[in-house]
């Protein structure tokens, strides 16, 4: 088959996850749109909120050259960047709720100025808006994503992949982002990788470094859910396993149903909902792509 990136099928650490817990969630996240607006639909929360707004402060830096860096308090550029995520829009009961969350995001950024660590070093920028490479072009996949950091480490000429962490639980140890990230690094970019860490920012001034996966076995893992992937958007089957919905595709079954409260559009032109307490688990709001 001929490579065709507009006919292909992307997939991402957050759409394979989606589809490994739900193939439900995965239609509703990353096929459904909604047929009066034409938009793709997403619950905001607080948690997923706060590390919205601290990723982007933090991943502002790595296109400054390094002496400018610091120049400013991130917490001057935090206080804008929290204003997309204010009030309703990110998911916040009321001001009190707000001022907890977007305080725990100021002591985050306090710590990365007081421990920058490898932002302080060169960075390395891959040239796409959205990183990219045909996992298969046989199968007219591809596999796409963005890494937070890839700090450059001069004596070898090679990069370090890094993981911001806002949330308060470690990444699981069979997670398939690393490889993910791993893949798409080693293919979007020339130099090779040399570590890789998570930086779990809310409670750690140090990185946490994480062994490399093997480069063959990576693939075949991502590739074999891809494929899965690709035949349930081929056969349109995207069937909750318990039946009547999961504890995560249900919060957005609420949207097709109407009973969420519409916010906004987001900077992605998503249609952004609010759902009641009652329909929220607090066990999802921590993950953050």
């Known amino acids: 088959m001929a490579k065709d990136k507009y006919s292909a099928v992307w997939v991402s650490h957050s759409s394979i996850c989606d589809f490994l817990r739900c193939p439900r969630l995965y239609y509703l996240n990353n096929v459904y749109k909604d047929p009066q607006t034409g938009h793709k639909i997403k619950v905001s929360s607080p948690p997923l909120s706060l590390g919205q707004a601290v990723h982007e402060v933090i991943e502002s830096l790595s296109v400054l050259p390094v002496e400018n860096r610091f120049q400013q308090s991130l917490i001057t550029t935090y206080d804008e960047v929290w204003k997309k995520v204010s009030g309703s829009r990110g998911g916040f009961a009321d001001e ?25 070093n060169l960075a390395v920028k891959i040239n796409m808006d959205l990183p990219y490479y045909w ?23 090679s990069v370090h992949i890094i993981d911001f962490k806002t949330g308060k639980t470690d990444e699981d140890g069979d997670s398939l982002q690393l490889p993910i990230y791993y893949l798409i690094t080693s293919n979007c970019q020339k130099r090779t990788v040399a570590k890789a860490s998570y930086w779990y920012i809310a409670r750690n001034d140090e990185l946490t470094t994480v062994e490399l996966p093997d480069m063959q076995e990576a693939h075949e893992r ?54 009641g307490t009652e329909a929220l688990d607090p066990s999802l709001d921590s993950v953050v792509h």
Request: some cysteine; aromatic content about 8%; charged content about 30%.
């Open 222 to 275: 991502v590739y074999k859910i891809a494929k899965d992937i690709k035949l349930a958007r081929q056969l349109d089957r995207f069937k909750c396993p318990q039946g009547n919905g999961c504890r995560f595709c249900k919060p957005l079954e609420v949207i097709v149903q109407g009973k969420a409260t519409f916010v906004g559009v987001d900077d992605f032109g998503q249609d952004t909902y609010i759902l």
């Open 135 to 157: 996992l298969s072009e046989e199968d007219n996949i591809i596999l796409c994503g963005k890494i937070d950091w890839l700090e450059y480490m001069q004596e070898t000429d």
């Open 96 to 120: 009190e709720v707000e001022a907890s969350y977007k305080e725990r995001g100021k002591v985050m950024l306090q710590r990365v100025m007081e421990h920058p660590g490898p932002l302080k």
